[in-house]
């Protein structure tokens, strides 16, 4: 059964810095990972997806990378800003019979401080 | 980019009545969604994947006949809390998979049951 899991659990950081978000997975079987945001009480904007082929993704200051093998993906955020504030999901998703879906991680809780 | 989109927003409802949330994809095509329930600083938890024109497969522990889920079109996803009850409040969270396996989430819906 494929379990996700996301360290730190929650992260305050004064703006400016950069900053390294976890995520490990225990099935390396899987299709792609996606990054998503939440912000409180909205729903999910996804960040990047990276393909299962794929090392590495980038959009603007976020970084995604992904080592399949050894089941850890890193989100990487560039001179972090108060608009960063959010949780930050990461999830898997799997193929194949009953894992053709998302599974998602326990998230993460980021405060940038001004 | 994809648009979900979710109706209504926010419902409150009576104990013991039903309500129904709709999930649309704007546009694309979605022969795949997924519904979740997100409780307060929870990750998301897949509660049943809805296929169009066939039945929807629902996650172990989730009662199929208390979460009615209908799959009409390839555009239109419905899913009825019956007889609903306070520990049903909830964020119910849709999304909708492309056919690159991307999924693209609704905004949620907050239900309360008073």
């Known amino acids: 059964k494929q379990e996700v899991t996301q360290i730190p659990a929650a992260l305050s950081v004064p703006e400016g810095e950069n900053l390294v978000l976890n995520c490990s997975f225990t099935d390396s079987a899987i299709y792609n990972l996606q990054w998503f945001r939440q912000d409180p009480g909205k729903g999910l904007t996804s960040l990047l997806l990276?393909?299962?082929?794929?090392r590495e993704q980038t959009s603007g200051r976020l970084n995604a990378s992904l080592d399949k093998s050894s089941g850890r993906s890193t989100l990487y955020i560039a001179a972090s800003q108060p608009g960063d504030s959010a949780t930050y999901l990461c999830?898997?998703?799997?193929?194949?019979?009953?894992?053709?879906?998302?599974?998602f991680g326990t998230g993460t809780l980021l405060a940038v401080q001004p | 980019g994809a648009v979900v989109s979710q109706h209504p927003s926010r419902v409150i409802c009576k104990s013991g009545t039903s309500v129904k949330i709709e999930c649309r994809s704007l546009?694309?095509?979605?022969?795949?969604m997924f519904w979740y329930r997100q409780f307060p600083k929870q990750s998301l938890m897949l509660m049943a994947t809805s296929n169009e024109g066939s039945k929807a497969t629902y996650e172990q522990g989730v009662e199929k006949d208390k979460f009615l889920i209908n799959h009409a079109s390839l555009t239109l996803s419905t899913l009825t809390v019956t007889s609903a009850h306070p520990e049903d409040s909830s964020f119910y969270i849709c999304?909708?998979?492309?056919?690159?396996?991307?999924?693209?989430f609704g905004p949620g819906t907050r239900l309360t049951v008073t």
């Open positions: 546009d694309f095509q979605a022969t795949t």
């Open positions: 990276i393909q299962s082929s794929q």
């Open positions: 999304s909708a998979r492309d056919l690159g396996f991307e999924q693209y």
């Open positions: 999830a898997v998703f799997g193929y194949g019979g009953a894992t053709n879906k998302l599974i």
